[in-house]
């Protein structure tokens, strides 16, 4: 039977657990001041080794909202407008079918067009305050307070840090960073920013738990705070290791959770999905591959052996690679080891500490025009940018948490390597690896000609005063409204490239199985399918008559 437990996620962009509570489990931890989290982590769960199944939004984002490993469901690129199969949904319609107030506040970035039965309101002000009376509520905010966009352009750092006293600013010569990084002003300068905002986003998490306690619902919620991947830095964001994959995740449900808890195992983020649905005493859909992590009592679950992680096109800049992690080693498959992990890519290529290493790499080029050895960087440094890569990667991340030692190749370590190779082909042959398919063969698949296959027309009927609606399409979510047909404000980039809902005032409900229309009434029914065009709408008028 469902618990119905409020839900609350908080989430942020581009972290790894630079947060005191993750002090002396992760390099630096410290450096930040989060005392709102730290706090959040004291009074819940604290996930020890949290992973993202791809180290850059959209691909992670998916796996998030699905339930679904990106490379079986074809959301592994950044970004793409995918096909998934049509027994995939995002979850948050899960909780609407159940009874829940969903929101969304505001980012999507799920890989596909978000169709209007995801939400009850997807926007910059969706809140739990404004469900139903007595409605549980599914509520998530997504912060870009510790975007990269925020760390190396002026004016975002400066309004995002605006109200940060001086004394709880990193001061860039005092900063800590790792030593994959040259210590050039450009690098000091950007981490010590970094840290900032990560102190800043505390604060704005520690507005929402303030909203829930003047609510009175701290003690009925449960809340998840999590990143969607790693750091936004060289050898992170957008890097399969351990930088760009490792996150914080942290949970607090009173009278569920202990308070003080901590889960050591690996685990990924991906296993939320299952795990929120667990939670509420809901059904876990058969195609999520995430694993519950607790009951609806709070008991812990096991978690699965392994995370795995993937990293595909980004924008422009091909590559592919594959890893997997127990709780000590990593292992890695570089598909293209004849590619450097840091080709040309024109978003970030634009950023300070990208451009800062790219001028070095130029100077220890000029250097060896001039017969002389280079030694401006080091060689991990000069590891990031230097073609070819190893085929194959290991690391003990317990020793070597940085990624400095490759072990694939030390008889020591053979068994280790030969183990987690084994977990990875297994892993690619049991659920299928999309990203080894040409991308315009796979969007031929999904889009023959270019053209997007159309959600069918839902098949409608009253009686009796009940309305009931199929459609003929696999995996088509149904919505009805009263709101009749308006103009469409217009999307901005970023809105058409992450798949924010259309926005035309309208609200939809999700058909979750027959109801009683309000009478008197015009109400429109439509269908969606994740991928496909949406539907014609049918209208009815739902007269006094009608019975």
């Known amino acids: 039977m469902a618990t119905s437990p409020n839900?609350?996620?908080?989430?942020?962009?581009?972290?790894?657990?630079?947060?005191?509570?993750?002090?002396?489990?992760?390099?630096?931890?410290?450096?930040?001041?989060?005392?709102?989290?730290?706090?959040?982590?004291?009074?819940?769960?604290?996930?020890?080794?949290?992973?993202?199944?791809?180290?850059?939004?959209?691909?992670?984002?998916?796996?998030?909202?699905?339930?679904?490993?990106?490379?079986s469901i074809g959301t592994m690129h950044m970004r793409t407008k995918?096909?998934?199969?049509?027994?995939?949904?995002?979850?948050?319609?899960?909780?609407r079918e159940a009874g829940y107030y969903a929101t969304n506040n505001w980012f999507t970035d799920f890989q596909v067009e978000t169709p209007p039965t995801a939400f009850d309101e997807c926007s910059p002000t969706a809140h739990w305050r404004d469900r139903p009376e007595g409605a549980p509520f599914f509520a998530s905010f997504h912060s870009l307070i510790?975007?990269?966009?925020?760390?190396y352009g002026d004016d975002a750092y400066a309004a995002e840090t605006a109200a940060l006293p001086d004394?709880?600013?990193?001061?860039?010569?005092?900063?800590?960073?790792?030593?994959?990084?040259?210590?050039?002003?450009?690098?000091r300068r950007a981490w010590a920013r970094y840290y900032d905002l990560i102190t800043a986003m505390d604060a704005w998490v520690g507005r929402i738990l303030d909203e829930l306690e003047a609510d009175g619902l701290t003690e009925s919620t449960l809340v998840?705070?999590?990143?969607?991947?790693?750091?936004?830095?060289?050898?992170?964001?957008?890097?399969?290791?351990?930088?760009g994959l490792r996150v914080p995740l942290i949970a607090r449900w009173p009278g569920r959770i202990p308070a003080g808890a901590t889960r050591e195992e690996v685990v990924m983020t991906m296993d939320l999905a299952p795990t929120m649905l667990a939670s509420a005493g809901l059904e876990v859909p058969a195609h999520m591959h995430g694993t519950p992590l607790f009951t609806s009592e709070g008991h812990a679950l096991p978690a699965a052996p392994y995370a795995f992680g993937?990293?595909?096109?980004?924008?422009?800049?091909?590559?592919?690679?594959?890893?997997?992690?127990?709780?000590?080693?990593?292992?890695?498959?570089?598909?293209?080891?004849?590619?450097?992990?840091?080709?040309?890519?024109?978003?970030?290529?634009?950023?300070d500490t990208w451009g800062e290493l790219r001028r070095l790499v130029h100077e220890e080029g000029q250097r060896l025009?001039?017969?002389?050895?280079?030694?401006?960087?080091?060689?991990?440094?000069?590891?990031?940018?230097?073609?070819?890569?190893?085929?194959?990667?290991?690391?003990?991340?317990?020793?070597?948490?940085?990624?400095?030692?490759?072990?694939?190749?030390?008889?020591?370590?053979?068994?280790?390597r030969d183990r987690l190779r084994a977990a990875l082909d297994a892993w690619r042959a049991e659920h299928g690896d999309?990203?080894?398919?040409?991308?315009?063969?796979?969007?031929?698949?999904?889009?023959p000609g270019g053209d997007p296959r159309h959600t069918a027309v839902p098949e409608v009927a009253v009686a009796d005063g009940v309305l009931t609606a199929t459609c003929a399409t696999a995996g088509a979510s149904i919505g009805w409204t009263t709101d009749p047909p308006a103009d469409e404000r217009e999307r901005t980039v970023i809105e058409e490239q992450s798949g924010s809902p259309r926005q035309d005032g309208r609200r939809w409900r999700l058909v979750a199985g027959p109801f009683a229309p309000p009478a008197g009434s015009s109400i429109w029914v439509g269908a969606w399918r994740l991928g496909h065009a949406p539907s014609p709408e049918v209208r009815l008028e739902i007269t006094e008559a009608v019975r």
Not at 33 to 40: I, K, N, V, W
Not at 387 to 397: A, G, I, K, T
Request: with cysteine; hydrophobic share 35%; proline share 10%.
């Open 7 to 71: 839900i609350v996620w908080i989430s942020t962009h581009d972290i790894n657990p630079h947060l005191g509570a993750y002090e002396g489990l992760w390099p630096d931890a410290d450096q930040p001041s989060t005392p709102r989290l730290d706090a959040l982590a004291q009074e819940g769960v604290r996930f020890d080794q949290a992973f993202a199944a791809a180290p850059v939004c959209a691909p992670a984002r998916s796996a998030i909202m699905t339930g679904c490993y990106p490379i």
């Open 82 to 95: 995918a096909v998934p199969p049509d027994d995939v949904h995002l979850v948050s319609e899960s909780f």
């Open 146 to 151: 510790t975007h990269e966009s925020r760390i």
């Open 167 to 187: 004394d709880e600013r990193v001061d860039p010569d005092q900063a800590s960073f790792p030593p994959y990084h040259p210590d050039t002003e450009p690098f």
């Open 224 to 243: 998840v705070f999590w990143s969607d991947h790693g750091a936004s830095f060289p050898r992170a964001k957008r890097w399969a290791n351990e930088a």
């Open 310 to 351: 993937a990293r595909d096109r980004m924008d422009a800049q091909e590559d592919a690679v594959r890893t997997v992690r127990d709780e000590r080693y990593r292992y890695t498959l570089n598909l293209h080891p004849d590619r450097s992990g840091m080709q040309y890519n024109h978003y970030p290529d634009h950023l």
């Open 369 to 416: 025009s001039l017969g002389e050895v280079p030694a401006i960087l080091t060689d991990l440094q000069r590891s990031i940018v230097a073609v070819p890569r190893p085929e194959e990667e290991l690391f003990d991340l317990r020793e070597d948490p940085h990624e400095t030692t490759n072990l694939v190749t030390d008889p020591a370590y053979r068994d280790v």
């Open 434 to 447: 999309l990203g080894t398919m040409p991308e315009r063969d796979l969007l031929e698949r999904w889009r």
